[in-house]
């Protein structure tokens, strides 16, 4: 089974600042299939990035996704108030993992 | 617009059976394979099970197999899942979603406790 391991486990920033998250992976994935969701408290998840770097329908440019291999990144170019959430990245090998979240709190 | 709505979750004993339903409106519900996650609380997200869009291929995470069934009633549009011999780490909300590889859209949740 594929680990992801998603880095800082709590990120604080002000609104305005950009945000870099970090999705490791226990072996190398195709690009292909890593997604990235955001998560509300008491609300479902919500798709971000699919494919690592595509956009999902509704989701403003300022999130996007880069990486190859094992290293992944979710950006949040401008953070604005609604995007303090967790993060979590995903991936389907032979199966489907999430990685543990990343809280992103309002400094 | 996908909408989907989960139903079924409830306090049950160790042991026990529960069934989930999902139920779509608005969107081909056959042309979409399905899943379900679910969420520990306070916790992570686990992918529990998936069906294709025809209910023919099945699949299920090494946690609940052997104990969860899933299913699904294309002519109702709704998705199901079978949980018996339950356990108090099954305690979490079940979401529905739908299923390429990533899960596009999901319901809002329903949560399932077991304990005594």
């Known amino acids: 089974e594929i680990v992801l391991t998603q880095s800082p486990g709590t990120l604080s920033l002000s609104p305005g600042e950009r945000a870099t998250l970090s999705c490791r992976a226990s072996?190398?994935?195709?690009?292909?299939?890593v997604a990235w969701y955001q998560q509300k408290p008491g609300q479902a998840p919500r798709l971000l990035i699919y494919a690592a770097s595509s956009r999902a329908t509704g989701i403003p440019d300022r999130f996007s996704g880069s990486g190859s291999g094992t290293d992944f990144t979710l950006t949040i170019s401008r953070l604005d108030p609604e995007d303090f959430a967790v993060y979590y990245c995903?991936?389907?090998?032979?199966?489907?993992?999430f990685g543990q979240g990343t809280k992103l709190e309002i400094k | 617009e996908v909408q989907l709505l989960e139903s079924g979750g409830d306090l049950v004993q160790p042991g026990g059976s529960l069934r989930l339903s999902c139920a779509d409106s608005g969107f081909s519900f056959s042309s979409y394979a399905m899943s379900w996650v679910r969420q520990a609380p306070g916790k992570g997200l686990e992918w529990v099970s998936a069906i294709s869009g025809s209910g023919g291929s099945t699949y299920y995470a090494d946690s609940v197999k052997g104990r969860f069934t899933i299913s699904r009633d294309n002519s109702k549009n709704t998705l199901y899942l079978q949980m018996n011999s339950l356990r108090g780490e099954d305690t979490a909300i079940y979401y529905c979603?739908?299923?390429?590889?990533?899960?596009?859209?999901w319901g809002q949740g329903t949560l399932v406790t077991v304990s005594s």
């Open positions: 072996q190398s994935i195709s690009s292909s299939y």
């Open positions: 979603a739908t299923l390429r590889w990533y899960f596009e859209y």
């Open positions: 995903q991936q389907y090998g032979s199966s489907y993992t």
